[in-house]
């Protein structure tokens, strides 16, 4: 795609998007020239969802991007996915987290992470349950990790044209991050995001609080994959 256009894709969607509410720029199955147009044109913060992928992007892009793994972390991955990303959004189960914080330990780091709710439809998603996640958080399995940052929740709608699907289960997203900063976060003001919304669906995701949108082909264009 050309350099005027990921441009302006960034201006047009940034102008859309309200003030607060940040734009993680997807740039997975997408080269590094894409990548640095959109970073020429103010972009920071990149996500991918692939580790090996990230590593290498890593290292041919300018140091101050801020890289956020959005993909299922396999538990082979998650040393290099430690020491590649700025935040993993995609934490979605107790045994990963705890993964992570043994590796940010090992390498002296504080991560930041999002956990990952299912609130969609399909199986093939992951991520926590919403009983799931409170379960876990009441009976204390998420404690006593102090090389891991908690910073929000995660999440992915379903893919469909439905918009009062995706609206509700947005709305789900949003309820679940209420009660759980409320109940378990509140003395945190990390614990503050909302990662949710994608090209299809973002100003819907924005209308439920979403601090953290994750667009790609709406700047990027399609992926050949
Ligand atoms: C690919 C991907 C996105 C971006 O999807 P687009 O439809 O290209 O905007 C967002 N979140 C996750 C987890 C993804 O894997």
């Known amino acids: 795609m050309a350099q005027t256009l990921i441009s302006d894709n960034l201006r047009h969607i940034k102008a859309l998007m309200p003030s607060g ?3 993680v720029a997807v740039s997975k199955f997408h080269p590094v020239e894409a990548l640095r147009q959109a970073y020429d044109a103010g972009q ?7 580790v090996q992928e990230l590593a290498q992007k890593v290292d041919l892009m300018p140091a101050d991007v ?11 991955k998650v040393r290099v996915a430690v020491r590649c990303a700025n935040m993993i959004e995609s934490v979605d189960s107790v045994r990963l987290l705890q993964l992570i914080n043994k590796e940010a330990q090992r390498i002296d780091k504080v991560i930041d992470v999002l956990l990952q709710l299912h609130v969609a439809q399909e199986e093939a998603k992951s991520g926590f349950g919403v009983g799931e996640l409170l379960q876990a ?3 204390g399995e998420l404690d006593g990790m102090d090389h891991v940052r908690v910073c929000g929740l995660m999440a992915m709608a379903s893919l469909t044209d439905d918009e009062v699907q995706i609206d509700r289960e947005f709305a789900i997203v949003n309820d ?5 900063k409320e109940e378990f976060y509140a003395d945190r003001p990390e614990f503050k995001h909302i990662s949710m919304g994608m090209s299809h669906d973002w100003p819907i995701a924005v209308r439920h609080g979403a601090t953290l949108v994750r667009i790609g082909s709406a700047i990027f264009g399609p992926r050949q994959y």
């Open 176 to 180: 679940t991050f209420n009660v759980v």
């Open 21 to 23: 509410v940040e734009l």
């Open 137 to 139: 958080l009441t009976v």
């Open 44 to 50: 920071r913060i990149f996500g991918e969802n692939r």
């Open 66 to 76: 801020q890289w956020h793994m959005i993909g299922h972390l396999q538990t082979n």
